[in-house]
């Protein structure tokens, strides 16, 4: 560089006149400069290594050295800069990291998939936090298809719809094989099945005994009579 060419300019006058006091001057402050000029390119190539190995408190430490050495140096200032951000968004991470892990653990999956998705941004590339997003994910769907089924299921056992209720609880044990509500609703459907078809029973049987009734056949409208009575005892036609 220039500095350089001006010190073996001086150091070539003094080899002709070791004494003289323009080239022992310029030897000195050319010197210097060329110190510092190294200790400041020194400094900024630490800095960027710091940050490129995401060492970003150190890099702050070391532009910080740079900037004492020379104060205002445009370059130093843009990297202290690039490491304080880049701190602030490694403390955001390992804040969503540490939250979404604890969310996950506790079962907690909304505020687990919401924490995974906000720390991805930050990092994309981060195994540990896709993987509890990918996790939290199925979970919630599962969980909002277990609930459509499960309503789904009541409307139809609201309806009368019995067969279409058990098909569908059935759907939702499938996914949840413990579930309460899932359970309860198939049993309360099957109950129902059984009822309706003991009463269309009945009905058929009352029918078939007042028809023998009319067709004075007493003896077949006694067996009707009888096994009509052994599904609903308290029936007062009967």
Do not use: M
Not at 178 to 199: F, G, T, V
Not at 215 to 233: M, Q
Request: overall charge negative; proline content about 3%; some cysteine.
């Amino acid at each position: 560089g220039e500095l350089d060419l001006a010190l073996e300019k001086a150091r070539s006058g003094l080899k002709l006149e070791p004494r003289h006091p323009q080239f022992l001057s310029a030897q000195s402050r050319l010197t210097a400069a060329l110190d510092h000029q190294r200790r400041v390119s020194a400094f900024l190539g630490e800095a960027k290594q710091q940050i490129g190995d995401r060492r970003y408190e150190a890099s702050l430490q070391t532009c910080d050295a740079l900037l004492k050495l020379e104060p205002g140096h445009r370059e130093a200032q843009e990297l202290k800069q690039a490491a304080a951000s880049a701190l602030e968004r490694l403390r955001q991470f390992n804040e969503c990291l540490t939250q979404a892990r604890t969310n996950a653990r506790n079962e907690h999956w909304e505020e687990c998939l919401k924490l995974a998705t906000e720390g991805l941004q930050l990092d994309p590339t981060h195994a540990e936090l896709a993987a509890l997003a990918s996790q939290a994910s199925e979970i919630l769907n599962r969980r909002r298809t277990l609930q459509e089924l499960l309503d789904a299921g009541q409307t139809h056992f609201n309806r009368g719809e019995y067969e279409s209720t058990v098909r569908t609880a059935e759907r939702a044990l499938q996914l949840a094989p413990d579930n309460a509500e899932a359970l309860q609703l198939r049993q309360q459907a099957q109950d129902a099945q059984r009822a309706r078809k003991k009463k269309e029973q009945v009905v058929a049987l009352l029918a078939e005994a007042r028809k023998h009734s009319d067709s004075r056949d007493f003896e077949a409208c006694y067996r009707a009579a009888s096994e009509a009575l052994t599904l609903e005892p308290e029936h007062a036609e009967l």
